[in-house]
């Protein structure tokens, strides 16, 4: 009966579930149903063309790509003039009935590379990926979200992660500033913006943990909590 956060959704550990279960079915006793067999199921079709047929699980979108949303919401609310909580929700309901979400319209440098960044993730190829986080970091040195994404997609070694998350750090250190740090602990991740160093910084520690640094990794995730 709770309500259903999507943050919490663990498909790896769904997954790994269903996976226990189909071993512990093996070892029953039961006999083993061939490729070629009529299904058990009696449609007809050979099993694995029916209940035996093999699926994918499916692929979920990056996270981050709901942010580009939640930014695209923001500003739609930036631009109103509202006189009550309620009315703001009324507002943002009728805005994005039957599932339409305003466009994110990126407006300064740094949301323009934001803007790649989320195309990167979008896209399929690695190379891609590499080249439009390069692309993003043409347009803003302080898109913390391309270092993120290079840690992820171009360090081989735990060295290289460790140097593209501290650029990230650093990038999000300066466009946030130190009066928002201040101003917003405790809310810090209830701002969109906050997250793309958030992840930064996670990423910095658990490479740092990994090198043996960890004093330096536990520094920084009490920093974060």
């Known amino acids: 009966g709770g309500k259903f956060d999507p943050e919490e959704f663990d498909l790896d550990g769904i997954n790994e579930a269903l996976r226990s279960h189909t071993r512990r079915d093996a070892g029953t006793g039961r006999a083993k149903i061939g490729r070629n067999?009529?299904?058990?199921?009696?449609?007809?079709?050979?099993?694995?063309n029916c209940c035996g047929r093999v699926t994918q699980p499916?692929?979920?979108?990056?996270?981050?790509?709901?942010?580009?949303?939640?930014?695209?919401?923001?500003?739609l609310i930036?631009?109103?003039h509202f006189e009550s909580v309620e009315e703001m929700n009324a507002f943002l309901r009728?805005?994005?009935?039957k599932?339409?979400?305003?466009?994110?319209k990126p407006e300064t440098p740094l949301e323009q590379a934001q803007q790649l960044v989320y195309q990167a993730l979008e896209a399929g190829d690695k190379k891609e990926q590499i080249r439009l986080a390069m692309d993003a970091l043409k347009i803003s040195q302080d898109c913390t979200e391309a270092y993120v994404l290079l840690a992820e997609k171009v360090a081989e070694v735990p060295e290289q992660a460790r140097d593209w998350y501290r650029r990230?750090?650093?990038?999000?250190?300066?466009?946030l500033g130190r009066e928002l740090f201040?101003?917003?602990?405790?809310?810090f991740w209830g701002i969109v913006e906050t997250r793309p160093y958030m992840r930064a910084r996670e990423g910095l520690a658990e490479c740092l943990f990994l090198l043996g640094e960890h004093d330096a990794a536990i520094e920084h995730f009490r920093d974060m909590l």
């Open 182 to 187: 201040a101003r917003e602990a405790g809310y």
């Open 78 to 80: 930036e631009g109103q």
């Open 37 to 48: 067999d009529p299904c058990p199921c009696g449609s007809g079709k050979k099993y694995k």
């Open 99 to 104: 599932g339409r979400i305003p466009e994110w």
């Open 168 to 175: 990230g750090v650093e990038a999000g250190e300066r466009v």
């Open 58 to 75: 499916p692929v979920l979108p990056d996270r981050r790509l709901m942010e580009r949303d939640l930014r695209a919401i923001q500003k």
């Open 94 to 97: 009728e805005t994005t009935a």
